[in-house]
Structures are given as C-alpha cells and as structure tokens.
C-alpha cells in the first residue's frame, strides 16, 4: 500500500501562482496530477514517469504548468502559473507501477487531494 498526501493548495487571483507537492510512502513509475470540479469527472492535468518525460493534458495546460517529480524524496509537483478561474478544482495526486490510462483502469493509489481556487 503507497499513500499519497497533497499539499499546496490555497486561494490566488487570477495571474497568480501556486506550487503543489506530492508526498509518497514510494514513488512508483508513473505518477500525475488529477482534478476535479464538482459535478464534473475527474479529469488528467500532467503525468511524469520515473526517468521524467512529462506529459500534460492540453497545451494550454503545457504553457502555465510544469510537473515534476525528486525521486530520491518520493515526491511529485505541480507549478502552476498564470492561474485561471476555470483552474479552480480539487488537485489529486495519483500513482501507479503501470501506466493506467493504457489499461482503461484507474490508478492504484490516490491522495485525498488538495483544493485550489482561483479568483477573478
């Protein structure tokens, strides 16, 4: 069993900036940044495998955000710039030895995630 813990989130204004971090028990292969809006599913923000490669979900996505992983800490984060008000959701951490998206199931580990709101 690998548990997650999010930290970081908070209330900025539009234009601002927030850093999410990830602290695992273990850092397996992959790992990404999830959120959700209530009423709406959850939805991919960036994944990051252990030797790197990131990946984000759209390139608007690509242009403000950059994940990031220390292996050596277990840990996994997010920099967020250029904040919007539609960025505004909670943040899940997630982790799994395999890549889940290509096995049409969900990751094996999750966080209890951490919320970020945006304000105009």
């Known amino acids: 069993q690998i548990k997650l813990v999010e930290s970081g989130g908070g209330s900025v204004q539009a234009g601002g900036s927030l850093r999410l971090t990830c602290l695992g028990s273990?850092?397996?292969?992959?790992m990404a940044w999830l959120r959700q809006i209530p009423g709406r599913e959850r939805e991919a923000v960036a994944t990051?495998?252990?030797?790197?490669?990131?990946?984000y979900s759209s390139d608007d996505i690509k242009g403000r955000f950059t994940i990031s992983r220390d292996n050596d800490r277990n840990s996994m984060y997010l920099q967020m710039n250029s904040l919007k008000p539609d960025d505004t959701a909670m943040y899940f951490c997630?982790?799994?030895?395999?890549?889940?998206?290509?096995?049409?199931?969900?990751?094996?580990?999750w966080g209890q995630g951490t919320q970020v709101t945006v304000s105009s």
């Open positions: 273990h850092a397996p292969h992959c």
């Open positions: 997630a982790a799994d030895p395999f890549e889940w998206w290509l096995l049409k199931r969900q990751p094996a580990y």
């Open positions: 990051i495998h252990t030797s790197g490669g990131p990946t």
